[in-house]
């Protein structure tokens, strides 16, 4: 049997007595690491911080509510939830991307009411204007707003002729969008606001449709300049043509006076002629007849035919011969 050297065996026990000492020490030390860490955890963990264009929407178990304060808050650790959110004017574009500006056929490309396709981007902005149905009414309220954006704006464009879209209508079609995704967005009740709907670009989807509607875009501008000068040469000559016509009616009025003077004073002779032949009708037959004769006789040259009872008088040149009279015929020297 071996003997145990007790020197061995003294070593032994004081290094066992070093080692429950050192554990102990580990075990107390890993403790206080833990404890340390925790105290990190529960102390970072109880504070937020909302910056100028955020809300927070704090959730106690399961009751939200809205935190608009900036600055610094504190909440109860693990028992209250927060979420921010930004309450800026935020967007997305349609049919194009706008990182590199190219185009998306599957969002942009739409038929009108005449039945021509046409390439139409969008940009739609909104806004959160409720931070706790924009956190828990819906999943993803972007993606409902987007879709909701884009079936108002297929349905509002096939309302309209391709001509409109590219050209006269845009600004009413925009604000028709409009109204119909603010209509939309009250039955969803998302807790998004829709700011504003611009018409980036409109255009037919072929290089040779577009080379069409510019031919067609540049005959409306000539339509519209033949128009204008058109009305220019209308406000030119009307006024002169109004102006002769006023100087034709003013003629016409003084014409019209003359004659209505003239006539009456016809009238005035005539009826006191009238009254003196009533007096006297036999003399003032015979005074009319010789004055009409002094009128008629000095311009005329007579012929009196004498073969009967009767006497013929005939309108010819005058006895002096003024105007080249003509010589009487043989038959005619013989009854004279």
């Not at 399961?62 to 028992?79: C, D, R, Y």
């Not at 005035?268 to 009238?274: D, G, L, Q, S």
């Not at 007096?279 to 010789?290: A, I, L, Q, S």
Request: proline share 4%; with cysteine; charged share 25%.
């Amino acid at each position: 049997m071996e003997t145990i050297d007790p020197k061995f065996e003294e070593m032994k026990r004081e290094m066992k007595q070093k080692a429950g000492k050192a554990g102990r020490f580990v075990k107390h030390t890993g403790s206080l690491a833990v404890l340390v860490v925790l105290a990190l955890v529960l102390g970072t963990g109880s504070f937020y911080d909302i910056e100028e264009q955020e809300q927070a929407v704090v959730t106690t178990f399961g009751v939200a509510k809205t935190v608009a304060e900036p600055g610094l808050h504190f909440k109860i650790p693990v028992i209250q939830k927060v979420k921010k959110v930004n309450t800026t004017i935020q967007g997305f574009a349609m049919g194009y991307d706008p990182e590199n500006n190219v185009s998306v056929e599957d969002d942009s490309l739409m038929i009108t009411s005449d039945y021509n396709f046409v390439n139409v981007d969008f940009f739609v902005e909104y806004k959160v204007a409720d931070p706790v149905k924009a956190v828990y009414a819906s999943q993803d309220p972007v993606l409902i707003l987007r879709n909701i954006s884009q079936a108002c704006i297929r349905t509002v464009i096939g309302g309209y002729e391709v001509d409109s879209v590219l050209t006269t209508g845009k600004n009413e079609i925009q604000a028709k969008i409009k109204d119909m995704i603010i209509a939309r967005l009250e039955q969803h009740d998302i807790g998004l606001q829709i700011v504003n709907v611009t018409i980036q670009d409109s255009e037919p989807p072929t290089a040779e449709v577009m080379e069409a509607f510019k031919a067609v875009e540049t005959a409306k501008q000539g339509k519209e300049t033949a128009i204008n000068n058109a009305n220019k040469y209308r406000n030119e000559k009307l006024p002169q043509a109004q102006a002769r016509i006023d100087q034709i009616m003013q003629e016409a009025e003084s014409t019209k006076v003359q004659r209505v003077n003239e006539a009456n004073a016809e009238v005035a002779k005539f009826n006191a002629m009238y009254a003196e032949y009533a007096k006297n009708p036999e003399v003032t037959k015979k005074r009319m007849f010789y004055e009409a004769m002094e009128d008629i006789l000095p311009g005329m040259k007579v012929i009196i035919d004498g073969t009967g009872q009767t006497s013929t008088i005939l309108p010819l040149d005058s006895f002096t011969g003024v105007g080249g009279a003509s010589q009487p015929s043989d038959s005619q020297a013989g009854q004279n």
